[in-house]
């Protein structure tokens, strides 16, 4: 079964700083697509960024960025120029293409981030 | 900007009652998904629903959960008696069809509190 996780608990950035929050997954697919999802206060799910595994170009979105190390299942996303409205919960997810169409994400535990002014 | 909607926002209930949660969806979209949040845990996948049938469900969605699409636009969770331990953060997701079915978009949520 495929597993996430974000080893980071907790991080914290300096308003217009560069913070980059770290994702592993585990998995014995060679398709699959990565997402990151942002949950403000509010709680309501945010898609940040997506990235195909088939694609060895890192997906950017303004100023968010992944670094994509498919040998190293390694998903991480960068955040440049931090904004106090980037505090949030961000959580890693996982979902499979073996589904045509369809299927599950599976989430890491989540990354606390607060930005501090 | 279309998106995913989600009532209640907030549903308190006394343990053992029925309760119904509504979502609608995108309304293009096909693909259909109850996640759970306990708080301060990671989202977990309850079930997933496409051409009126259930696709994928997760060892949480047990007897006592079912989903219904009564007609063309809601789409609803129901815990027939519910627990403490089925108090979280419920939130649907939809995805569309073809190279859109990869990105599902999540509602508000809703917020169980089963005392």
Redesign the interface.
Known sequence: AQTVTQSQPEMSVQEAETVTLSCTYDTSESDY?L?W?KQPP??????VI?Q?AYKQQNATENRFSVNFQKAAKSFSLKISDSQLGDAAMY?C?Y?S?I?N??????????TELSVKP | EPEVTQTPSHQVTQMGQEVILRCVPISNHLYFYWYRQILGQKVEFLVSFYNNEISEKSEIFDDQFSVERPDGSNFTLKIRSTKLEDSAMYFCASSGAGSSTDTQYFGPGTRLTVL
């Open positions: 697509y997402f999802y509010s709680r309501q799910m945010i898609l997506r195909e959580f997810a979902r293409s589904y169409q369809g299927g599950k994400l599976i989430f890491g535990q989540g």
